[in-house]
Nanobody, 122 residues
Framework: QVQLVESGGRLVQAGGSLRLSCAAS????????MGWFRQAPGKEREFVAR????????YYADSVKGRFTISRDNAKNTLYLQMNSLKPEDTAVYYC???????????????WGQGTQVTVSS
């Protein structure tokens, strides 16, 4: 079992930056690949970014590539999402998730946090 708690979401102006954090507890954090997802009102939850268990490989949705950076600190059991050049369409609840499997589908992830709200004003 892995418990995940996100933080760092807030209201920010377009063009601004935010860093989200996801604190993990429970089983060994470093054994899981981690992902960030987001869900806007009235829309399905969508993949944002994924990072391998070691942190050596990352993958991004096209919509955030070049603006967002996923990283992790296994010594601190923490996952991060650095978000730059934010746009109003980035407004959503952001979730971190853990998996021992491959893939970017929500179905591939076994453990989820409660989410943190990011609102980007125009």
């Amino acid at each position: 079992q892995v418990q995940l708690v996100e933080s760092g979401g807030r209201l920010v102006q377009a063009g601004g930056s935010l860093r989200l954090s996801c604190a993990a507890s429970g089983r060994t954090f470093s054994s899981y690949a981690m992902g960030w997802f987001r869900q806007a009102p009235g829309k399905e939850r969508e993949f944002v970014a994924r990072i391998s268990s070691s942190g050596g490989v990352s993958y991004y949705a096209d919509s955030v590539k070049g603006r967002f950076t996923i990283s992790r600190d296994n010594a601190k059991n923490t996952l991060y999402l650095q978000m730059n050049s934010l746009k109003p369409e980035d407004t959503a609840v952001y979730y971190c998730a853990a998996t021992a499997r491959a893939g970017t589908s929500t179905r591939s992830y076994d453990y989820w946090g409660q989410g943190t709200q990011v609102t980007v004003s125009s």
